[in-house]
């Protein structure tokens, strides 16, 4: 049963002090509205300092939006307590986009894919092993390696281990901040297929936040580009790249039209 | 022909961590640089890419073994003392590090960081310092140089904290700059002005670029050769085009095809190639 | 300024709160200043229910702490029941004798521990560090008290320099610079047992954020850059590692009066320490009071002045900063 993700009016702004002088306001997020139907992808892109990372974490609630409404499925997440968010926790999981940060890299595998499970209190210890187990096998690792420590793995397969964890409590929405940058591309084209293969398998719904729209072209139905915390143009994918129309759009499908075109001169005849 | 800048001779270097077998991180490279040409290397994370850097600009990791010799300019580097290479690092060869987030400071300003690079290897007054600074902040597009020469690193965006950077490689025209991965966090508009203007300031001093990443698309139209690397070896080297459009190697052949199919296309993905 | 205002506002309350617990906590302590008169057969229990309405201590605790806190306005801190005076004086003039012994070693704890671990640091694994590593692991595993009682022995078997006391007993007819050199050779005992005790721990402490330094990526650049491995380590490591050696520079700051208490009982220096301790036997409450006070007066200043330095040193903090460290 999937779930859709909708953001109406999401506003958030941050304080920084400057020593001991006054404090100036920041507008990370200002008015951010979309909807991402239930199995479907869209990816917010934008340059760095956009606010994409700030929208997605108050998607997923680890920060409270100042203003603004999130609706996960039918039920409003925005005002809700930490006690009445818990058991919607399990619904929506996030995938960051440093593996060596966001996991312990001395903990097992097993001990991070589990550990989701162990705070939810859900399963006996042999069962949550063999949730474990599945998880490594369904995103594409032997279970034999459940004992390892992450930092022995490389980074697709330290992310991948991210990813299991993420789909530990079976949610139904999935937000992956940066999660494919810093991957070498053929690691990228990996985690990129699982992803589309879960999203099958279990109908997830995807909020994807990228700088690079090349990478997620392949990925994303709907696009939604941000400019200093505001949505400047959403749409259908193919849409937004064949005919961009706001500059800081046009900006972006033109640096990737230019690899491109660079690529299309060097390979000369043959395309 | 002309006399390379730089050339690499059979050179291979091991590592022996202190619990673990030791492991063959470049294994008998061979390359040659010369002066004014921009060389790509081509390799994926634990290809020996980031070594091959780092052995050319003497700064390997102390549990590190190396074999073969690092000619710069007639001379091998593997022989010179540890005083000799400070003299020519940052004056005739330059790194240009992979973060610079976490290249700069945090507790320096800007105009001090860069008077250091300067102090190290020039004999200039305060006044010919500053003048310099901001010389080579404008050079690196950075407007308003007053203001960013007294900030400090956390004051500035990502794309200005790479400018810096930048800014400090060529402070003193070398003649070799290394750049391990220096786009490969910033977005893709940033990457495009930060490749023009490397090219843009290569071309204009006559400096040798050695651009290592994983990413063969920034490659395009900016490399002149590219040297692909798979396992500590250097599996194929070329002219950038001919490397994209008649690749040998089968793994080359691998890169290539991701690159068009995966980075570049708007069809869906259907089979993924694996290049390893 | 405001957070000046706001630091100095937050240093009274936590004060006013140190004092009502204190008084709380000596009230359950069990024995008053007149049990031993009470043991005298001579004097009569009408004496001495006089004595103690006469010192107001039959009085209820917060009329005795109201009567208190007008006094430290006043300026005096209390009565001594024992000395029969004014707390004040009597504490200020011991303090002063342990400030002299504290800043004296926190001087010289800081001159040794403070370049010995920027050089261990520097020559990582090298013979410096090896040595410096083993005498700093000796030095903190053993006990203050062993290291007094040790250095004490050896004092007086060797009979090299005075021991006990702040001045000789002639000490009226020395002048000028003998009068000094007294006082130096009576320091000598107490200070090296302070200094024995405290610069290992710094000497680690500068050492370990000295090598993390050494390791972050900024340095290694510098080091491409061919910057000279000395002034990188001066103008480039250090105030990098400044942070953390400043935070234990505002513990020391902090313990000035508070931490030698153990070593002048011992080394027998008239500062604060022998004050309190005979204080407390004799349940002379006020004077415990009154030294409790004032040593959370120096902890308090000592972590401000540290806080101030930090903000001064680390433009990051100035600034709010998350990953400030």
Redesign the interface.
């Known amino acids: 049963m999937a779930c859709s993700l909708r953001v109406q009016g999401l506003s958030r702004q941050y304080q920084t002090r400057n020593g001991w002088r006054k404090s100036t306001t920041v507008q990370a997020a200002c008015g951010v509205s979309f909807y991402i139907p239930a199995g479907k992808t869209l990816a917010l892109i934008g340059s760095s300092g956009s606010g994409k990372s700030t929208v997605a974490r108050c998607v997923v609630r680890l920060e409270r939006p100042d203003s603004g409404e999130i609706w996960l499925g039918g039920v409003e997440i925005s005002r809700l307590g930490a006690r009445s968010l818990r058991p919607l926790r399990s619904r929506i999981q996030m995938i960051f986009q440093d593996p060596t940060t966001s996991m312990n890299p001395r903990m097992s595998a097993s001990a991070i894919i589990e550990e989701p499970l162990l705070i939810q209190q859900r399963g006996t210890r042999n069962e949550r092993r063999e949730r474990a187990a599945s998880l490594m096998v369904e995103v594409g690792l032997s279970a034999d390696w459940l004992d390892r420590r992450i930092n022995e793995f490389s980074g697709g397969q330290q992310q991948r281990i991210a990813i299991a964890r993420a789909l530990a409590l079976s949610p139904k929405v999935l937000v992956l901040d940066e999660a494919l940058s810093g991957l070498d591309l053929s690691t990228q084209v990996q985690i990129i297929q699982l992803l589309k293969n879960l999203q099958a398998a279990h109908s997830l719904t995807y909020l994807l936040i990228s700088h690079d729209l090349g990478a997620v072209a392949h990925l994303t139905d709907l696009l939604a580009v941000m400019s200093a915390g505001r949505i400047v143009e959403q749409g259908p994918t193919k849409e937004i790249i064949v005919n961009p129309q706001q500059p800081q759009t046009q900006t972006l499908v033109a640096a990737a039209e230019h690899f491109k075109k660079a690529f299309a001169r060097a390979q000369g005849a043959s395309a | 022909m002309p006399a390379s800048l730089l050339q690499l001779r059979n050179l291979s270097v091991r590592y022996f961590p202190r619990n673990g077998a030791p492991t063959l991180a470049l294994d008998a490279a061979n390359l040659s640089i010369v002066r004014g040409e921009i060389v790509g290397i081509l390799g ?3 290809s020996g890419k980031t070594t091959l850097g780092q052995a050319v ?1 003497t ?1 390997l990791p102390t549990a590190a073994k190396y074999d073969g010799q690092v000619f710069f300019d007639g001379r091998d580097l593997m022989v010179a003392t540890e005083r000799e290479l ?6 005739h060869i ?2 240009v ?3 610079p987030a ?7 300003r800007i105009g001090t960081q860069i008077a ?2 300067l ?3 020039e004999a200039l007054d305060r006044k010919g310092r500053i003048q310099r600074i901001h010389e080579l902040l404008a050079e690196v597009g950075l407007d308003d140089p007053e203001r960013i020469g007294s900030s ?1 690193p ?2 500035l ?3 200005q904290r790479q400018r810096v ?1 930048i800014a ?2 060529i ?1 003193c025209r070398p003649q070799l700059i290394i750049a391990d991965e220096p786009v ?9 002005q930060v490749l023009e203007l490397m090219s843009g300031i290569a071309r204009k001093h006559c400096m040798a670029l050695l651009w290592i990443t ?5 490659l ?2 900016f490399a002149d050769r590219i040297g692909v690397m798979q396992a500590g070896q250097i599996v194929e080297q070329g002219p ?2 001919q490397i ?2 008649h690749p040998q190697h089968p793994y080359t052949q ?2 290539v095809g ?3 199919e ?5 069809r ?2 259907v089979n ?5 | 300024m405001k957070f000046l205002a706001r630091r100095l506002v937050r240093a009274l309350v936590l004060l006013v709160g140190v004092s009502i617990l204190c008084f709380g906590l000596t009230e359950f302590a069990p024995g008053s200043f007149f049990d031993e008169m009470r043991l005298n057969p001579q004097i009569s229990p009408e004496t001495i229910s006089a004595l103690r309405t006469h010192y107001g201590l039959d009085r209820p605790l917060a009329i005795r702490y109201g009567r208190w806190a007008a006094s430290v306005v006043h300026g005096d801190f209390g009565y001594s029941l024992a000395y029969n005076a004014p707390v004040a004086p009597l504490l200020w003039a011991r303090a002063k004798n342990t400030l002299l012994l504290t800043s004296l070693a926190m001087l010289v704890t800081w001159v040794i521990g403070l370049p010995l671990g920027v050089w261990s640091a520097s020559s990582r694994g090298g013979l410096t560090d090896k040595v410096a590593g083993s005498v700093s692991s000796f030095l903190i595993s053993i006990p203050e008290v062993v290291i007094a009682i040790a250095l004490l022995a050896l004092a007086v078997r060797s009979r090299a320099i005075p021991v006990g006391g702040m001045v000789s007993l002639n000490a009226e007819d020395l002048v000028g610079w003998q009068r000094v050199r007294d006082v130096l050779l009576h320091l000598l005992l107490p200070v090296s047992i302070l200094v024995l005790s405290g610069v290992a721990v710094v000497e680690r402490h500068v050492r370990a954020s000295v090598l993390e330094v050494l390791d972050a990526p900024c340095i290694q650049a510098a080091r491409g850059f061919g910057i000279g491995k000395t002034r990188m380590l001066f103008r480039h490591v250090l105030p990098l590692a400044a942070n953390p050696a400043i935070s234990l520079f505002g513990f020391s700051l902090a313990g000035l009066l508070g931490g030698s208490l153990l070593v002048e009982v011992i080394a027998g220096w008239p500062g604060l320490g022998p004050l309190i301790l005979d204080a407390t036997l004799a349940r002379d409450l006020y004077i415990v009071i009154g030294a409790v006070m004032l040593c959370s007066v120096f902890m308090l200043a000592g972590n401000f002045i540290a806080d101030v330095l930090l903000l001064a040193c680390d433009p990051r903090i100035r600034a709010g900063e998350p990953d400030a460290a």
Request: charge should be negative.
């Open positions: 994926e994370s634990g600009v700064l400070s003299k020519i690092r940052g004056r330059s790194l590090p992979q973060d976490s290249a700069l400071n945090p507790v320096m250091e690079v102090r190290a290897h400090y956390h004051q965006s990502g794309g950077v400090m490689a402070a490969s966090k910033l977005d893709l508009p940033l990457q495009l994983h990413d063969p698309a920034t395009l139209g950038t085009e994209f459009r691998a890169l991701l690159t068009q995966f980075a570049l296309s708007e869906p993905l993924a190639h694996h290049a390893n």
